[in-house]
């Protein structure tokens, strides 16, 4: 859009420029171009192949990059496959990312949109328009709700939710706006909290190019909320912007901020908390990702990753270590009535103890998740294709595991805790502590407009020997909440939410939120 503006600018000032009026003689000189006299429209068009005048730019010369061009024109022919179908059902990264899994033809929803949107939206080419259509017109883009800016191959959309939460607290809970076990007070005291609150809204960019190398699409994704510093500040608002996603797709290869391939993001059950189950894998990272077909419906996913050694240690004594990447990976089989996913993961959790070396334990992990529609497999129905699916078709199953020593962060509610690993303070020993996480959730649909979610989350921790009293043992997550769909893409929904925290000492304390929504999805 920038591109196109300037553009027009620029033809506004040649074509002033050009034309005397009765304050200007045909003597006095053009006006001159702002970009330098070998940029933009000020050069010479030149004549494509189908016979109409196109104008290069040269603006980007100044502090240009390797992947910039010299002489971008401003709108090259789009490549063939743009207008096919054969691409948009290819699950190899033609047009959709080959990361973002889904039926072929198909994209999934992100994280937490909600039951308001379809679980998978058809992809389908736009209509074929002519080059000066593209040129002066918006059009439609590559994908469902973009658009191709006029003059150039790029796509954009614009896309998010705007969510306001309500909830009472009947027993106290850290966390204000998202449901944490992890901070529930050992022992309880009594206490009530209502809140309310819209940081949670999100709102994402991005943007697809196609090339001609290899039926090759470009795809930029940035997206962020607001859930981020206090969660209120005197008075309201204070909440800053939180970069989510940043990305690059290309071909097999995903660069940048994203979820972790030790995870499965699209296990994410209907729930109106934004925390989410506490045993639920669940990491955003800097990462480098390769995601590549084996045979037919099954994938496979590697990925290097920033790490982290999140341990419990004496900071007067020593000092966390993260000097070795986070080697994860999956694979996943996809299906119209479901998908499994097998992830593995392998890091190092350092320690160097004050003046000495740093001693390192080898942490691994496993983690497999399920998602299906029991009934529809039963019934031999098709959720995806159905064009009017039922309640029972539409219903789902979603399951997750996770365990290992040492996979603590990336556990929702071991995360921060400090415990991957502990040090012995006598030794200066490093130990790796063992997590097991699981949950189970069942939506059900009684129609296309009301459904119901219930969620059932454990996670257990295996401390070490010499592990305070206080630290953290095990939680219980539960959830149980009804859902409205009176439009499209707005949902309204209530949920009821227990928890309870257990110690190493053996105490425990519970509580319990009731929890409303709006959201509604753009």
């Not at 929904?493 to 929504?517: K, P, Y």
């Amino acid at each position: 859009m920038v591109r196109a503006a300037i553009t027009a600018l620029m033809l506004f000032s040649t074509t002033m420029a050009a034309r005397p009026t009765d304050a200007q003689s045909p003597d006095v000189a053009p006006l001159s171009n702002p970009l330098g006299a070998d940029a933009g429209p000020s050069r010479a068009p030149v004549e494509t192949s189908t016979g109409n005048l196109q104008y290069e730019y040269d603006y980007l010369n100044a502090q240009n990059v390797p992947g910039a061009l010299d002489n971008d024109p401003l709108a090259d022919d789009l490549p063939a496959y743009y207008y096919s179908p054969r691409p948009y059902r290819d699950d190899e990264g033609a047009v959709r990312p080959i990361a973002d899994y889904g039926p072929p033809g198909y994209q999934p929803r992100e994280q937490q949109e909600g039951p308001a949107v379809p679980e998978y939206a058809r992809l389908a080419p736009p209509t074929l328009v002519t080059e000066d259509q593209r040129d002066d017109l918006v059009v439609r883009g590559i994908y469902p709700g973009s658009f191709l800016a006029p003059g150039t191959n790029t796509s954009f959309r614009l896309r998010g939710f705007v969510r306001l939460g309500a909830l009472m607290d009947f027993d106290p809970v850290g966390s204000t706006d998202s449901f944490v076990t992890n901070t529930i007070p050992v022992a309880q005291r009594a206490g009530q909290n209502f809140n309310m609150s819209g940081r949670a809204s999100r709102i994402a960019f991005e943007s697809w190019t196609p090339t001609d190398y290899e039926d090759l699409t470009v795809h930029t994704f940035v997206e962020g909320d607001f859930f981020n510093g206090a969660p209120q500040a005197a008075g309201g608002g204070g909440n800053p912007f939180r970069l989510r996603h940043a990305f690059i797709d290309v071909g097999y290869f995903r660069f940048g901020q994203q979820n972790s391939a030790f995870m499965d993001g699209t296990n994410w059950p209907s729930l109106v908390d934004f925390q989410g189950p506490n045993s639920w894998a669940n990491q955003r990272q800097p990462s480098a990702r390769v995601t590549l077909p084996v045979c037919d419906d099954l994938f496979w996913a590697g990925a290097i990753e920033r790490p982290f050694s999140d341990i419990t240690f004496d900071p007067a004594l020593g000092a966390a270590v993260q000097d070795v990447p986070d080697f994860t990976t999956h694979v996943r089989y996809q299906r119209t009535r479901g998908h499994a996913q097998l992830g593995a993961l392998v890091r190092g959790v350092g320690y160097r103890p004050a003046g000495e070396a740093v001693t390192r334990q080898t942490a691994a992990g496993v983690s497999g998740s399920v998602v299906m529609h029991p009934w529809a497999v039963l019934m031999g129905t098709d959720p995806v294709h159905d064009p009017d699916p039922s309640g029972w078709t539409r219903s789902r199953l979603l399951m997750q595991a996770t365990w290992g020593p040492g996979v603590g962060r990336y556990l929702n509610d071991l995360a921060g805790q400090g415990l991957d690993g502990q040090v012995n303070p006598l030794t200066g020993d490093i130990e790796l502590v063992e997590a097991l996480g699981w949950n189970f959730s069942y939506e059900h649909w009684y129609n296309a407009q009301w459904l119901s979610n219930f969620t059932l989350g454990k996670v257990d921790v295996d401390n070490s020997a010499f592990a305070a009293g206080g630290t953290y043992a095990s939680a219980q997550y539960v959830a149980a909440s009804l859902w409205w769909i009176p439009l499209p893409r707005l949902a309204i929904a209530t949920e009821l939410m227990w928890g309870e925290r257990q110690n190493e000492d053996g105490q425990s304390a519970d509580a319990q939120r009731l929890h409303g929504m709006v959201q509604y999805n753009f």
